[in-house]
């Protein structure tokens, strides 16, 4: 059974940072596509910044240059470093995981963690 659990969310004013985290299972993280989602009350969950098995990285254009995706292996956790953080940033933000090595969008990815809020203010 796959679990994600994902931590860091919060509050911040524009402008401020913040690390998101996903830890899961030594399989899944070795063997799955990962990714951070995001979905904003009355929006579609959208792909943020996904790194595939064979380890190559997609980011949202609204993200690109702000946030960073990342892995670490010794604990089998993926980050997301979000940095210059504006109020449209405002969302739940999701970690979700795959089989697909070629997992990119939303609808490509299977399972889901409960979600971090993340709150930012003008």
């Known amino acids: 059974q796959v679990q994600l659990v994902e931590s860091g969310g919060g509050s911040v004013q524009a402008g401020g940072s913040l690390r998101l985290s996903c830890a899961a299972s030594?399989?899944?993280?070795?063997?799955?596509?990962m990714g951070w989602f995001r979905q904003a009350p009355g929006r579609e969950r959208e792909g943020v910044a996904t790194i595939g098995s064979y380890g190559y990285t997609t980011y949202a254009d609204s993200v690109k240059g702000r946030f960073t995706i990342s892995k670490d292996n010794s604990k089998n956790t993926l980050y997301l470093q979000m940095n210059s953080l504006k109020p449209e940033d405002t969302a739940m933000y999701y970690c979700g995981a795959d089989e697909n090595p070629w997992a990119v969008v939303a609808p490509d990815y299977k399972y889901w963690g409960q979600g971090t809020q993340v709150t930012v203010s003008s």
């Open positions: 030594e399989y899944t993280y070795r063997r799955y596509s």
